[in-house]
């Protein structure tokens, strides 16, 4: 029985990863006609004028969210943790990972209302923020902290929930030991809690990297919400979409992708050697 459960998610990964990884392989190292093209689609991609852009405002958003993730969600696993009212803290809990329920494109639409101070929920602050038109709020040099909000918004729910489980297996003799040498709560959470987190928040680390390169639904829907005063070509999802379905350029779309993943795969090796990921306890 195990080897059929295996065996469905065998079929449909290799369906849905592992042949149109291949695919993309293929077409990255050729050309138009399927001659083999070398590093060239790669030289065509970086030397484009968008590319570099691109680079820097997925890395400046990366950078904002996934601090912000890392932090903010620990913080707030063990502030709920700390909760010994179990409606109250099943309530947070609840809370935070209904915004996870909407899906990106539904919870970028609900933004779109937010960011606009003529019929947001929150015109005062952004007024007071001095914004006075949905245009001024979106400014490319605005958006990876909005899409850092946009992204916190919608997966750190999750995560939270996550995190609480793995408290949960922390030992209470060990807490207990702490408390009775004197420690505090805050001397609890930095010096057991956090430590015996590093693992989750390794691993929540990589894969919120991994969404986090893909950048695309909220920059798309962005622009086209605003009459392009958000570039189409924003992140380098996007710039891979325009050379495959607009410059119909498959081949320099799939290096954009390749080089994506060896960017992902590098810093989430930082993660895994950091994190101590695969350590055994």
């Known amino acids: 029985m195990s080897y059929a459960f295996v065996s469905v998610y065998t079929v449909l990964a290799v369906a849905f990863g592992v042949l149109p990884a291949i695919y ?9 006609d399927g001659g083999f093209a070398g590093i060239a689609n790669f030289t065509k ?9 691109a680079v820097e405002h997925v890395a400046l958003y990366l950078v904002i969210w996934l601090v912000a993730l890392v932090v903010l969600v620990s913080f707030l696993a063990i502030a709920v943790h700390a909760v010994r009212v179990r409606w109250m803290s099943r309530t947070l809990r609840l809370v935070f990972y209904l915004p996870g329920a909407l ?16 019929a947001s ?21 605005n958006l990876p902290p909005v899409f850092a909000i946009i992204a916190f918004w919608t997966g750190a729910g999750g995560w939270i929930v996550i995190m609480y489980g793995a408290l949960n297996n922390i030992s209470s003799d060990v807490i207990e030991a702490a408390r009775i040498d004197g420690a505090g709560t805050v001397q609890i959470a930095w010096r057991i809690q956090l430590p015996l987190l590093r693992k989750w928040i390794s691993y929540m680390g990589i894969m919120s990297l991994a969404a986090g390169t893909q950048l695309f639904v909220e920059p798309q829907l962005l622009s086209q919400a605003s009459n392009a005063v958000v570039p189409n070509d924003y992140s380098l999802n996007q710039l891979a979409y325009q050379y495959a379905f607009q410059q119909n ?4 779309a799939a290096a954009i992708s390749l080089l994506l993943l060896v960017i992902a795969l590098a810093l989430s090796a ?3 050697m950091r994190g101590g990921l695969f350590e055994r306890d």
């Open 103 to 118: 899906a990106g494109a539904s919870s970028v639409l609900l933004w779109l209302f937010v960011l606009d101070p003529t």
């Open 249 to 252: 350029d498959f081949n320099g």
């Open 24 to 32: 993309a392989l293929y077409l990255a190292f050729t050309d138009g």
């Open 121 to 141: 929920p929150v015109s005062g602050l952004l007024h007071l923020m001095g914004f006075s038109s949905f245009v001024q709020v979106i400014v490319p040099a």
């Open 270 to 272: 930082v993660f895994v």
């Open 45 to 53: 991609v970086v030397g484009d004028f968008r590319f570099l852009p």
